[in-house]
């Protein structure tokens, strides 16, 4: 597993630079998927270095990134789990909480996770049982008892449909927390989670490349992770099942679910 790391280490590396150089010059188009999801060319820049660089390193490899036309996660075998860019509208909007997401799983399960962030030179990683690191330093979640201590933070969709219902969580939590924030990219949420800059995240739909490799980051971190007002049963494995994720320091982890699951 340390060659698996050390390769998305390596290829996380590649494709940041690439994307940062890109905002940097202001080289890159943008375009609208599906009518109404932003990508842009760095996105699919990272996407072809990702790739091109995991074949080489693992032709027998499968990949399912976010801008790739495989999205089957049933199928078992060594399986990398990649978003080329967590974090497009702030990218565009020359943001820098912006990452390149790297994950290794293996039936489902995910067994090394990288999160770069080009612009600020943060490299979280983490292999399964063996801690979280950012820049070489161990991390841990912080130690907090009570909500109304914490920071958390939280996402939403693409597609603006079913607004007061999103919004309605947001009204639960707001008054028993210290403040919010919204930074746009899933992963690096989990990481801030993970080395307790906030602590706490949900959002209420993530796919599988927003979330697979910050939650073992998290969760090697020390974190607490699960879902809240889960009404159907997972479709995926739980490494990679996005719906109603909640991510937490443990001290406050039942508290929160609490909150947000009261009407």
Known sequence: MKDILDNAI?????????????????????????????VTSADIASNDIIISEILKAYPTHRIISEESEDHNFSIPGPTWIVDPIDGTVGYANGHYQVCISIAFAEQGSVQAGVVYNPFLDELFYAIKSQGAFLNSERIRVKEVSNLNQCVIATGFPHKKENIAHITSFLARLLPHIRDVRRMGSAALDYCWVACGRIQGYYEGGLAPWDMAAGR????????????????????????????????????????????????
């Open 10 to 38: 390596r290829i996380a590396r590649l494709a940041g630079n690439k994307i940062k150089e890109m905002q940097q010059d202001k080289s890159f188009t943008e375009q609208l998927k599906f009518g109404y999801e932003l």
């Open 216 to 263: 073992l980051i998290a969760i090697e971190a020390g974190a607490t992770a699960g879902h809240y007002a889960l009404n159907t049963p997972p479709t995926l494995p739980e490494d990679i099942f996005g719906v109603n994720i909640i991510v937490s320091s443990p001290g406050i982890f039942e508290e929160m679910k609490n909150v947000l699951e009261t009407t």
